[in-house]
């Protein structure tokens, strides 16, 4: 059974600092994993998708890397801002594309002034 | 819309009562899922639909769960004879595909449900 793990549960930095949340799986049969992130009472805002054959993927401020044979994705958002205060999560989807997404459960960031 | 739709974004009801939650996905979307998120935990995988295939329902947690399709679009999630323990948001997602080419998919709002 494939297990994420987020770590840490919760972060607190000051602006402008470059920082690195992590997600670990177990199972590195994964066809993707996709970050994140979720505002106090909202749903789930896609950041970034990478398929099991890339190693990052890149979007503004926001790198995601994946290697999958040691069961590790990184997010890396430089620069941070107070709006990137939010939950982020990260999910993988299993090999050969099944329906079933696991995900963890997050990684909670809070960016000071 | 562009996005997701749900409805309701919030509502309480009594234990023991019926829930109907709604969603309506991406247009052109054929991949659509339900999950569930309680206090504190992750989400939890309820139920997949994908074009005019049989729904994956393996996440369902009871018989008092059910949910539908109609036309291939907008989907209904129905619990029965609610419990306090089914309080948690819902939340429903589409893709335009499942695996194959490893598509985003894309989250609603959710709907907050409180048994009380």
């Known amino acids: 059974k494939q297990e994420v793990t987020q770590i840490p549960a919760a972060l607190s930095v000051p602006e402008g600092e470059n920082l690195v949340l992590n997600c670990s799986f177990t199972?590195?049969?994964?066809?993707?994993l996709q970050w994140f992130r979720q505002d106090p009472g909202k749903g789930l805002t896609s950041l970034l998708l990478?398929?099991?054959?890339?190693r990052e993927q890149t979007s503004g401020r926001l790198n995601a890397s994946l290697d999958k044979s040691s069961g590790r994705s990184t997010l890396y958002i430089a620069a941070s801002q107070p709006g990137d205060s939010a939950t982020y999560l990260c999910?993988?989807?299993?090999?050969?594309?099944?329906?079933?997404?696991?995900f963890g459960t997050g990684t909670q960031l809070k960016v000071e002034l | 819309g562009a996005g997701v739709s749900q409805s309701p974004s919030n509502k309480v009801t009594e234990k023991g009562k019926d829930v109907e939650l709604r969603c309506d996905p991406i247009?052109?979307?054929?991949?659509l899922y339900w999950y569930r998120q309680s206090l504190g935990q992750g989400l939890e995988f309820l139920i997949y639909?994908?074009?005019?295939?049989?729904?994956?329902k393996s996440g369902l947690p009871s018989d008092r769960f059910s949910a539908e399709r109609t036309g291939g679009s907008v989907s209904t999630l129905t619990i029965q004879r609610t419990q306090q323990e089914d309080s948690a948001v819902y939340l429903c997602?589409?893709?335009?595909?499942?695996?194959?080419?490893?598509?985003?998919?894309?989250f609603g709002e959710g709907s907050w449900l409180t048994v009380v």
């Open positions: 997602a589409s893709s335009l595909t499942s695996g194959g080419s490893g598509n985003t998919i894309y």
């Open positions: 199972d590195s049969a994964i066809y993707n």
């Open positions: 990478i398929q099991s054959s890339q």
């Open positions: 999910a993988v989807r299993p090999g050969g594309g099944g329906n079933k997404l696991t």
């Open positions: 247009s052109g979307h054929t991949a």
């Open positions: 639909f994908q074009g005019n295939s049989a729904p994956d």
